[in-house]
Nanobody, 120 residues
Framework: QVQLVESGGGLVQPGGSLRLSCAASGSIFSIHDMGWYRQAPGKQRELVAVIISGGSTNYGDSVKGRFTVSRDTAKNTVYLQMNSLKPEDTAVYYC??????????????WGQGTQVNVSS
């Protein structure tokens, strides 16, 4: 059983910062890509940022230059540092990871989501 547990969401004023964390636990053999997606009300889920096992990163156009994704491989954790937040960043943020468990193929796992509200 593999779980992704997110933390760090909340309410912040425009221009502020938040840091999200996502820790993977359970029967893990290896973790490949880890990243973040978000879904605002009435909109499709979209890519925020992803970091692959080699360390390369990819960002959604709307967050480039403001958000930074990083990972701690020893802790099986991925982070999302969000700066210069805007009201349009308001969404539920979901952690995603491609994980290989013992004896099983690589599977995409999702966290339960954490709410980020940017409002004055």
């Amino acid at each position: 059983q593999v779980q992704l547990v997110e933390s760090g969401g909340g309410l912040v004023q425009p221009g502020g910062s938040l840091r999200l964390s996502c820790a993977a636990s359970g029967s893990i053999f290896s973790i490949h890509d880890m990243g973040w997606y978000r879904q605002a009300p009435g909109k499709q889920r979209e890519l925020v940022a992803v970091i692959i096992s080699g360390g390369s990163t990819n960002y959604g156009d709307s967050v480039k230059g403001r958000f930074t994704v990083s990972r701690d491989t020893a802790k099986n954790t991925v982070y999302l540092q969000m700066n210069s937040l805007k009201p349009e960043d308001t969404a539920v943020y979901y952690c995603n990871a491609y994980i290989t468990s013992g004896g099983r193929p690589t599977i995409s796992y999702w966290g339960q989501g954490t709410q980020v509200n940017v409002s004055s």
